[in-house]
């Protein structure tokens, strides 16, 4: 099909011809390009790459953090901070995974926290 068959479907020509090309991909036919699986395969890796960086960011911040030993007042603090820069979310990787809520310490920041 060509540029004038694109025309009663009203699509751009070269719309139509990426169609075709993922289309003839996804049946074997070309090897130029990635098929739809691939395609959202990789799309689903970067994502979750994406949060594992992130996840190990925050572990890494903890991690040092903890092993200075800070007191309770410090801590909470430290959990507000993060909250915010994180949102207070963080997706475990793999199936089945739940979001997971940083739990509040303590009162608004500022405030001592219960014993």
């Known amino acids: 099909m060509g540029p004038e068959g694109s025309r009663p479907l009203g699509v751009h ?4 011809r990426n169609w075709i090309r993922q289309d003839e991909a996804d049946r074997g ?3 130029d ?6 395609s959202g395969e990789l799309r689903r890796l970067r ?3 994406a949060e594992l960086k992130r996840a190990n960011e925050i572990l890494k911040t903890v991690s040092a953090f ?8 410090t801590v909470v603090k430290l959990v507000e901070q993060l909250r915010g820069r994180f949102s207070g979310r963080v ?3 793999g199936p089945g995974r739940r979001l997971l ?3 509040r310490l303590g009162g608004p920041p500022g405030r001592p926290v219960p014993p």
């Open 13 to 16: 020509p070269q719309a139509l």
């Open 101 to 103: 809520h940083l739990p």
């Open 66 to 73: 903890f092993a200075s030993e800070p007191d309770p007042a």
């Open 47 to 49: 994502r979750e790459n």
């Open 91 to 93: 997706r475990p990787p």
């Open 33 to 38: 390009r990635l098929t739809a699986a691939e």
């Open 29 to 31: 036919e070309r090897d």
